[in-house]
């Protein structure tokens, strides 16, 4: 059975940096999930798809809480993409 760390190293997390999950736009104004520490305001950014795919394998070993935070995260980033708001 898979761990924590090695689910978040696949997609280039540190259990560290998983502390912060937030809806990002980068440059291109593509939406994202970025994964941040406090302190490294960098982090990390994973595309919706690749975060929804990362919350089902959490499911999978039992990180609900992780699961549904990102989840979250990606539900509120595609309501932003969908805003009329300038981008």
Do not use: C
Request: no cysteine.
């Amino acid at each position: 059975m898979a761990t924590l760390s090695t689910v978040l190293s696949r997609y280039g997390i540190s259990s560290r940096i998983a502390a912060n999950i937030e809806p990002h736009r980068d440059d291109q104004g593509i939406w994202r999930i970025k994964f941040s520490a406090p302190g490294d305001p960098a982090g990390v950014a994973v595309d919706l798809g690749g975060a929804s795919k990362l919350a089902a394998e959490l499911r999978n070993i039992s990180e609900l809480t992780l699961a549904e935070r990102i989840d979250d995260a990606v539900s509120k980033a595609k309501r932003y993409a969908r805003s009329p708001l300038p981008r």
